[in-house]
C-alpha cells in the first residue's frame, strides 16, 4: 500500500525517536534458514542494509535447517534427532558444512551486491565473517553419543566489537570451532544467544515463520515479562520453533540483553515496523517496563500537554495551561508506553473525604482497550488509600461511559463549596458521583 504524502510524513516523524535510540546499538539478528528461501528474502537484505546506514551496529546468525535437510537427502543421508538437536556423525558434518557454507556464501552476496535498483543503490556494505565462536561437544546425553553437535562454549566479544566500531556486519553461522580444530554443528539459537549475552545487545532478534508467540487461545501476544514468559513456556502451547525462541529470549533478558523480539519473515517489512513503531509487528520480550501506569513528575508534562490537546481543541476536556499543569503535576496519573505518555488522569481532594477525577485522557491509537478501566481502577485505588469515600466527574461527552462504571448523576449544589464556585457554566457539564 502506498502512503499518501502526509501519512508519509507523520510515519518518518513518528520513528524518528527510534532511528535516534537505536544509532549505535547492537543488535543481534537471527536469520532463520526459512526466511533466507522466503520470496521475500532480499527485501530483508535491503532493510538490513538500511539498519546498517542508520548506525545500528549488527551481529547476523543465520540459520540452515531446510538448506541442511535437502543436501543430506542428495547424499543419501537421513538425520536423527534427539532432545531437539540433531545427532551428528562425521557423514551428516560433511552435508551440514556444505549446506551452511552455501547459505552462508548466498547472504554474503546478496549483502556485498550494492542493493541494485534500490534506493541504498551503491551503500558500501562489509560483511565479516569468521571463527568467533568457540565450541564443545555437546557430548553424551542419557547414554547417546551426539557425535559432532557442539554446544557454545565463548563468543570472542573483543573481536566482534572491533569489527562493530569499523562498522562491518558481522556474519555467524551455525558451525563454530574447538580449539583443537575440530568443527561442531550447533544450533543458530545459540550461537545467536550466547552472543547477544556476551556482547550486551541491546536487542536479540528472532526472524521465523510465526508471526510471534501465541497464548492458549492462540491469538498473538504482542508483550511479555519475564514470568509471564517462564509461565507460556510451561503451558507449551507454541509449536516446537516458537518454544525453543521464547526459551532462548528469555535466557538472554536473564543475562543482560534489554530486549528480544520474535517476528515473522513471511511479513514484508517486519524487521522495520518492530524497530521503528511504537506498537510492533511480533512479540517483545524484555525484563524491563515497556508499558506502565505511574504518578506523573515535572517531566511528563509536555507528553499530558501534547496527550490532551487534541481533546481541548474539541472542548472535550477544559483547557490548562503548561504552567498550571506544573502546578498540578503531582496530582496526574500517567500511562506510559515506551517513554511515550499514552494515557492520564488526575485526582483533586477535597474536604469531607470528597474528590474530583479529571482530565482523563486516552491517546487515539490506544482507545477502547481497557487501558481508561485500568487508569480508573488505579485512581480509585488512590482513593481507597487516601480514605476517600466518594469522587465525582464534569463531562460533557463521556457521560454514558461513567454511568457504566458505577457514576451517578448529581446536582451542582452537591458538589464541594469550592468547585461551584469554580463551575463553568457556559460549559454547562453534567455531574456525576461515585460512592466507592
Not at 542494509?49 to 538448506?67: D, E, T
Not at 561442531?184 to 528472532?206: M, P
Amino acid at each position: 500500500m502506498t502512503l499518501l504524502p502526509q501519512q508519509h510524513v507523520d510515519w518518518f516523524r513518528a520513528s524518528s525517536p527510534y532511528i535516534h535510540t537505536h544509532r549505535g546499538k547492537t543488535f543481534v539478528l537471527l536469520i532463520s534458514g526459512e526466511a533466507i528461501e522466503h520470496t521475500g528474502f532480499s527485501n530483508l537484505i535491503h532493510d538490513i542494509a538500511l539498519l546498517n546506514s542508520l548506525g545500528v551496529r549488527l551481529v547476523l546468525v543465520h540459520g540452515a535447517r531446510p538448506q541442511i535437510k535437502r543436501q543430506l537427502k542428495t547424499l543419501g543421508l537421513a538425520s536423527i534427532f534427539e532432545q531437539g538437536r540433531r545427532i551428528t556423525d562425521e557423514n551428516i558434518l560433511q552435508g551440514v558444512e556444505q549446506a551452511v557454507g552455501q547459505v552462508r556464501v548466498n547472504i554474503e552476496t546478496q549483502l556485498s551486491r550494492g542493493l541494485i535498483n534500490t534506493p541504498m543503490s551503491g551503500a558500501s556494505l562489509k560483511v565479516i565473517s569468521g571463527n568467533f565462536v568457540t565450541a564443545r561437544p555437546y557430548g553424551i546425553r542419557d547414554g547417546i553419543d551426539f557425535g559432532h553437535t557442539g554446544e557454545v562454549r565463548k563468543v570472542d566479544n573483543a573481536a566482534i566489537q572491533q569489527q562493530l566500531q569499523l562498522n562491518n556486519i558481522v556474519l555467524l553461522s551455525p558451525i563454530a570451532y574447538s580449539p583443537s580444530g575440530e568443527a561442531f554443528n550447533c544450533r543458530a539459537e545459540d550461537i545467536a544467544t550466547s552472543t547477544a549475552i556476551a556482547l550486551n545487545a541491546d536487542k536479540l532478534i528472532f526472524m521465523m515463520d510465526a508471526t510471534g508467540a501465541k497464548d492458549k487461545d492462540n491469538n498473538i501476544i504482542h508483550q511479555l515479562g519475564i514470568s509471564q514468559t517462564e509461565e507460556l513456556l510451561q503451558q507449551g502451547s507454541n509449536d516446537e520453533i516458537t518454544q525453543l525462541h521464547l526459551s532462548s529470549a528469555l535466557n538472554a533478558c536473564k543475562q543482560g540483553v534489554r530486549r528480544a523480539h520474535m517476528i515473522s519473515h513471511q511479513t514484508d517489512g517486519a524487521l522495520l515496523l518492530e524497530l521503528y513503531t511504537r506498537d510492533g509487528n511480533g512479540t517483545l520480550i524484555t525484563n524491563e517496563t515497556y508499558e506502565g501506569i505511574r504518578e506523573a513528575n515535572i517531566d511528563d508534562v509536555g507528553g499530558i500537554l501534547e496527550l490532551i490537546e487534541p481533546l481541548e481543541n474539541e472542548s472535550i476536556l477544559s483547557r490548562r495551561s503548561r504552567e498550571q499543569l506544573e502546578l498540578e503535576i503531582k496530582q496526574f496519573t500517567v500511562i506510559e508506553r515506551d517513554g511515550m505518555i499514552i494515557a492520564c488522569a488526575a485526582l483533586y481532594p477535597y474536604e469531607n473525604n470528597i474528590a474530583e477525577i479529571a482530565c482523563l485522557a486516552i491517546h487515539e491509537n490506544y482507545r477502547h482497550q481497557g487501558r481508561g478501566n485500568e487508569l480508573l481502577g488505579h485512581i480509585e485505588q488512590q482513593c481507597h488509600n487516601k480514605d476517600i469515600a466518594r469522587v465525582f466527574i464534569l463531562t460533557t461527552r463521556t457521560a454514558h461511559w461513567f454511568q457504566e462504571r458505577g457514576f451517578i448523576e448529581d446536582k451542582i449544589e452537591n458538589l464541594p463549596v469550592a468547585k461551584q464556585n469554580l463551575y463553568n457554566t457556559q460549559r454547562n457539564s453534567k455531574i456525576f458521583v461515585k460512592t466507592l
